[in-house]
């Protein structure tokens, strides 16, 4: 096998103790959460907000098309000010006088 990942043979278990919890030890799965979260939160609230609020005043196939693009860019904004309010990049950066972990 050697590095390669298998998906495909196995059970789901195996795949869950293999993969998920290295990632969760390592602390990405806790970086990935954010992102994640603002992306459904965004992407469904948005979309059902406009079902029960603008679709309701105007059912047509055109008003549900108008909030794909308008969900999507409001998530990408939100994801955006997330960004920069967190600076992900700066939270990995050594103090003086810390040493790098070498794994």
């Known amino acids: 096998m050697g590095g390669r990942i ?3 043979n196995g059970s789901l ?11 969760a ?14 992306a459904v939160i ?15 005043r105007a059912p047509s196939f055109a008003t549900i098309m108008q909030v794909y693009p308008l969900s999507l860019g409001i998530t990408a904004a939100v994801i ?10 700066r939270r990995y950066v050594l103090q003086p006088g810390v040493q790098a972990e070498h794994s």
């Open 42 to 56: 965004g992407i469904c609230g948005v979309r059902l907000t406009w079902i029960f609020t603008v679709f309701q």
């Open 6 to 8: 298998d998906m495909a």
């Open 80 to 89: 955006l000010a997330v960004t920069l309010l967190v600076k992900p990049s």
């Open 13 to 23: 278990g195996d795949k869950i103790i293999k993969y998920t919890i290295p990632l």
């Open 25 to 38: 030890a390592t602390g990405i799965l806790q970086q990935l959460f954010i992102p994640a979260a603002c």
